[in-house]
């Protein structure tokens, strides 16, 4: 094993331990806070363009101005809504 | 001897991993790493959300790792510690490995469905409603097993202020890092430094002056006897510590998570690690140096039938779980991580590393309790003239272990380990415990919030679950109450298990390796549950048993039979299942 490559080996391997301890020790609150803030981002998808899921809520204009920004977001957030779930899915 | 153990374990664990694991993923499973999981395909950054293996791991085994792989193996070793060595090693190897790592791979090949969703497409809409409800009791089950230790930690005046501090440092924790906005590595370096001043506070005289003070409230001293059960006597310390955790858990299921649950099982968390390190290399450092005496006192087999216990097959089986094999591990692995894999060919070290590793802190825990039999004061540990039945709680036995094992570490005195050990524990079962309560509270408000309206406000919910909990620590015998949790945890194992097979079986893949263990897992927890419900009912009867023993021990006998009830249910539904997986699979083998 040549210098450099027992350096990459060194660096990987200290990345994994990062990460293993991220996971364990950092790794629920990131997720809990990137939910928090899909489920605010979905929940006003919903005000703004639940006409998609068959409730009409604002008037389309209003919804019509913020199409651009919520078109990314369509699919997951329909996907999202429409999942069946169970008291199984609230341990994730 | 413990080196030794501990060598072997290792060895069997990467024999294990390299070669039996590795085998079926490639083989059989045939693991594939182009294919795009759920976390890929729905990535929609809440449920679903791609994460590197590494970080995956360390997620896994903090939230399989919990009391279990620890006072499973301290009670079992009443039977000697040869049976529960060997059943952690041979459950790990055939058995736990198989269901970690199978059920985040079948929930991933199903679109990331959870086991309530998986159940009712592999087995039947039956399925899973009996499901959901046998994960109430289940849930029931660990917040009783989990609290009595508990309940029996904070009774020792080192304990409570310690913990208090590291409570509110986690509180702190939550300030600084969501409402301060202040940087991750400060905070850590400042509340995890809050945290240990606090436990080294607790080990001092004026601190433990105040809890003796508390715990001689009911008058004299503090070892006061509140009541008498058959199983012997009710401390007021005891009872009154064990209201403190319930409160406790009240604030991790109600309050908002960010705020309390959360930050404290962040602070929680480098302390348990930092434990954890400092006892593995303690136990090695004893055994190569003899700094501290690393002798097994406890034979290598005792006896077949363990008095308090029962017969070692089936009751062993289901006095260790976490560790050989566990039902909440697939809850873990199915809702959890199998949205979250980046690659298929992730799920091996993902799911099957995490268990083999802690199988490993599980066999740390024999080596703890093996070692120790009495104390240097003389108290009886494990009662030699009496089959070594286990005098103390389970996390006494932990305490005084972390107390010998942590002593090589310059400044820190027995006391201070021992208060290392008890904090360790508590803040694992306490960590366990927030979650669990705030499931049940979402459960009884999805079970009966249309019918009681009243459930749906989450302290209602919460409140009834504490009562419950309330009613099982006070009036049952914890180490019944254990192995009732092991029962249902293993049974959890057994169904998935069973779902493993039949999803291997419509994929017309071999399935004998996890069938086999399935049937073997049913066989025996369906066993060990009614054999306990069978004792609860006689204990029950007994002319001289008071009127809440009476009824603590017919809730404990009732549990048992309904849970044993359920699984011979869904046992008949799963196989029922599999023989059409079977014969869809020769038809189209036929084709």
């Known amino acids: ?66 199409l651009p920004y919520v078109v990314p977001q369509i699919s997951t957030w329909k996907r999202r809504m429409l999942r069946e779930r169970d008291l199984t899915d609230a341990l994730a | 001897m413990a080196l030794v153990v501990l060598i072997v374990a290792i060895a069997i664990v990467v024999i294990g991993y390299k070669f039996y694991a590795a085998a079926i993923d490639r083989n059989i499973v045939q693991a594939n790493p182009k294919k795009a999981t759920p976390a890929v395909m729905y990535n929609d950054g809440v449920d679903f959300m791609p994460a590197s293996g590494s970080v995956l791991f360390g997620y896994q085994f903090k939230s399989i790792a919990a009391l279990g792989p620890i006072v499973g193996p301290i009670v079992a070793v009443q039977w000697g510690w040869l049976p529960a060595f060997l059943w952690l090693m041979l459950g790990v190897f055939f058995i736990g490995w198989v269901q970690d790592y199978a059920a985040a791979m079948m929930a991933m090949r199903n679109e990331g469905l959870t086991m309530g969703g998986l159940a009712y497409k592999f087995i039947s809409p039956r399925a899973r409603g009996i499901l959901l409800t046998f994960l109430y009791f289940y849930l029931l089950l660990i917040m009783g097993a989990f609290g009595a230790v508990v309940a029996g930690l904070l009774a020792n005046p080192v304990v409570p202020i310690g913990l208090l501090i590291l409570t509110l440092a986690g509180v702190l924790a939550g300030q600084m890092t969501y409402r301060w906005k202040m940087d991750l590595v400060m905070t850590t370096i400042i509340t995890v430094l809050i945290a240990l001043v606090g436990i080294w506070l607790g080990t001092t005289g004026p601190a433990q002056n105040i809890v003796k003070a508390i715990n001689g409230l009911a008058g004299t001293g503090d070892k006061h006897i509140l009541y008498q059960t058959p199983y012997g006597p009710m401390t007021w310390p005891v009872f009154f510590w064990g209201i403190v955790a319930l409160a406790f858990c009240y604030l991790g299921s109600v309050l908002a998570i960010w705020r309390f649950a959360q930050p404290v099982n962040y602070v929680s968390f480098w302390f348990v690690a930092l434990g954890l ?21 406890i034979p290598a087999f005792v006896t077949w039938n363990q008095p308090k216990l029962g017969w070692l097959w089936p009751m062993l089986f289901v006095t260790i779980s976490c560790g050989a094999i566990s039902g909440w591990h697939s809850l873990v692995s199915t ?129 009834v679950a504490i009562l419950f909990t309330f009613l099982i620590l006070w009036t049952a015998f914890w180490q019944r109450i254990w192995v009732l949790f092991g029962g249902a945890n293993q049974l959890f194992a057994g169904l998935a298990l069973l779902l493993i097979t039949i999803w291997l079986a419509n994929e017309g893949k071999k399935y004998a390796w996890a069938f086999w263990p399935a049937v073997f897992m049913y066989i025996t927890t369906v066993a060990a549950l009614l054999v306990v419900a069978w004792k609860s009912f006689q204990a029950m009867t007994k002319p001289d048993i008071g009127a809440a023993f009476a009824f603590g021990n017919a809730v404990a006998g009732l549990i048992g039979l309904f849970l044993a009830i359920t699984a011979i249910v869904l046992a008949y539904d799963g196989l029922k299942s599999l023989s059409k997986a079977r014969q869809k699979a020769a038809a189209q083998a036929g084709d």
């Open chain 2, 335 to 463: 809702a959890g991580t199998a949205r979250q894999l980046e690659k298929e060919t992730d799920a091996l070290p993902v799911g099957a590393g995490a268990m083999f590793t802690e199988a490993i802190l599980a066999t740390l825990a024999v080596i703890f309790a093996a070692t120790a039999i009495a104390k240097p004061d003389g108290s009886v540990i494990y009662d030699a003239n009496n089959m070594y039945f286990l005098k103390v709680k389970a996390g006494a036995v932990w305490m005084y272990g972390m107390s010998r094992f942590l002593s090589w570490i310059p400044g820190i005195s027995p006391a201070m380990g021992g208060a290392i050990g008890a904090i360790f524990l508590a803040v694992m079962a306490l960590t366990v415990m927030q979650l669990v309560l705030r499931f049940m509270r979402v459960a009884s408000a999805e079970l009966v919030g249309d019918k009681i309206p009243a459930f749906k406000n989450p302290h209602v919910g919460t409140i």
């Open chain 2, 277 to 297: 390190i400092g006892s593995v290399l303690g136990v090695a450092i004893a055994a190569i140096f003899g700094t501290t005496d690393v002798a097994f006192h």
């Open chain 1, 1 to 66: 094993m040549t210098e450099k490559e027992k350096r990459s080996f060194l660096t990987k391997m200290l990345h994994s331990i990062q990460d293993v301890i991220y996971g364990m020790a950092s790794h629920d609150m990131a997720r809990q806070a990137l939910k928090t803030r899909g489920s605010m981002e979905h929940l006003f998808i919903l005000i703004t363009m639940g006409d998609l899921l068959g409730v009409p809520i604002l008037p389309p204009y209003y919804s019509l101005r913020l």
